[in-house]
C-alpha cells in the first residue's frame, strides 16, 4: 500500500507532502485524578471531566524541483493510471525550489485569520476511487511549522508540522469575509471613462470591477456582504506611495456563485488629459456588518493593475 498526504487550506490551496518521513498521531484523552489522604493508588478517585485532543507530527523533506504546492480544492484530486497516483490541478510550477517552498508556506500556507481552517488526508495511491481511497481524514489548524537544516546537506531541508484536530471556531472574527476572488469577465479592473473623451483627451471618472466572494463557506457560516472597500494608488510617477480608500455600499447577492459588477465613483484619479497614462493598483476587501474584510492585494493577483478600456 502506498500512501499519498495532502493538506488544503480553506479548501483553496493544497500542499502535497511527497517525501513525508514519518507520521505520528496522538490521541490525548485526559483524566483528573483525585487521591484521597491515607488511601493507596487503588483508591485514586479518577475523574474524566475533559473532552479527548488528537494531534498529528509530520515530519518531510523540502528538495529542489518539488511539484508540491497547487491552488485547487480536493475535488479537483483525479487519479492518473500512467503514474499510478492522485494528481492535483493548478500546480505552482515556479514553487518548486526549497526556499520557494518554505517562503510560500510561511505567507500563505501558514494560519493568518480566524476564517482559515484546515483539512488533512491520507490516500491510498493503490485505489483508483476517491471515495475508498481516503483512509484518514482531519479538520483542525495547524500549530507549528519548523524547517531545517545542516551543512552536511544544505541543498535537502528537514520540515516538521504540527496540526490538531477540531472545530474550528470562527465567530470572534465577528464573521468578517476571507479575501474576493477577482473576475476577468463582465469587467476586469477598468477605468469608467468620461462620455465623449478618449486618447490623449480621456478622462477617468472611475473604476469598474468584478468579483466574487469566497465559495467554501459552510451554509450557515456565510458572511452578509453590505458592500466593499476598495484602495487605489498610481503605479509609478509621484504619489505613487500611498494608498486611497473608498467605500461603496450596496445590498448582498443571496444566490450562488456571489459574484458582483460594481462602479466606484473617483473623482481624483490622475488621467491622460492630466498627462498621466499609466495604470493604478487597486486592493479589494469586502466588508460586513462586522466590518472590513481581508485585503485582496496587488502582490497577491497580477489582475489588480487597473487600465484603461
Not at 99 to 111: C, G, N, R, T, W
Request: hydrophobic fraction near 30%; charged fraction near 15%; glycine fraction near 6%.
Amino acid at each position: 500500500m502506498a500512501y499519498q498526504v495532502f493538506l488544503f487550506k480553506n479548501n483553496l490551496i493544497c500542499y502535497e507532502f511527497e517525501t513525508f518521513n514519518s507520521i505520528s498521531i496522538n490521541k490525548q484523552t485526559p483524566v483528573s485524578p483525585m487521591p484521597l489522604p491515607e488511601e493507596d493508588s487503588e483508591e485514586n478517585v479518577l475523574m474524566k471531566i475533559e473532552g479527548n485532543t488528537t494531534t498529528m507530527s509530520l515530519n518531510w523533506t523540502l528538495t529542489n524541483g518539488s511539484s508540491s504546492i497547487a491552488e485547487c480544492s480536493y475535488d479537483n484530486l483525479t487519479y492518473l493510471h500512467t503514474v499510478n497516483k492522485y494528481m492535483k490541478t493548478g500546480i505552482q510550477t515556479d514553487q518548486s525550489g526549497v526556499f520557494d517552498q518554505v517562503s510560500y508556506i510561511e505567507k500563505y500556507l501558514a494560519p493568518n485569520s480566524l476564517n482559515d481552517y484546515f483539512e488533512l488526508y491520507i490516500l491510498d495511491s493503490e485505489q483508483i476511487v476517491k471515495s475508498k481511497a481516503k483512509l484518514y481524514h482531519k479538520v483542525g489548524l495547524i500549530q507549528d511549522l519548523q524547517f531545517n537544516t545542516d551543512s552536511s546537506s544544505p541543498v535537502n531541508w528537514q520540515a516538521t508540522m504540527n496540526f490538531i484536530e477540531g472545530a474550528v471556531v470562527t465567530s470572534m472574527s465577528e464573521n468578517l469575509h476571507q479575501p474576493p476572488t477577482m473576475l476577468a469577465t463582465p469587467a476586469s479592473p477598468k477605468f469608467t471613462i468620461q462620455s465623449g473623451t478618449s486618447g490623449s483627451n480621456l478622462v477617468r471618472t472611475g473604476i469598474t470591477i468584478s468579483f466574487e466572494e469566497f465559495q467554501n463557506y459552510s451554509t450557515d457560516d456565510r458572511p452578509i456582504t453590505t458592500g466593499l472597500t476598495l484602495r487605489y494608488k498610481k503605479t509609478s510617477g509621484g504619489n505613487s506611495v500611498f494608498w486611497t480608500e473608498k467605500t461603496l455600499t450596496f445590498s448582498a447577492n443571496t444566490t450562488a456563485p456571489y459574484n458582483y459588477t460594481k462602479t466606484i465613483v473617483i473623482g481624483d484619479l490622475e488621467s491622460p488629459v492630466d498627462g498621466y497614462t499609466g495604470t493604478y493598483d487597486i486592493q479589494l476587501a469586502i466588508n460586513t456588518i462586522g466590518g472590513r474584510g481581508e485585503w485582496l492585494k496587488a502582490d497577491d493577483n497580477p489582475l489588480l493593475v487597473v487600465n484603461d478600456p
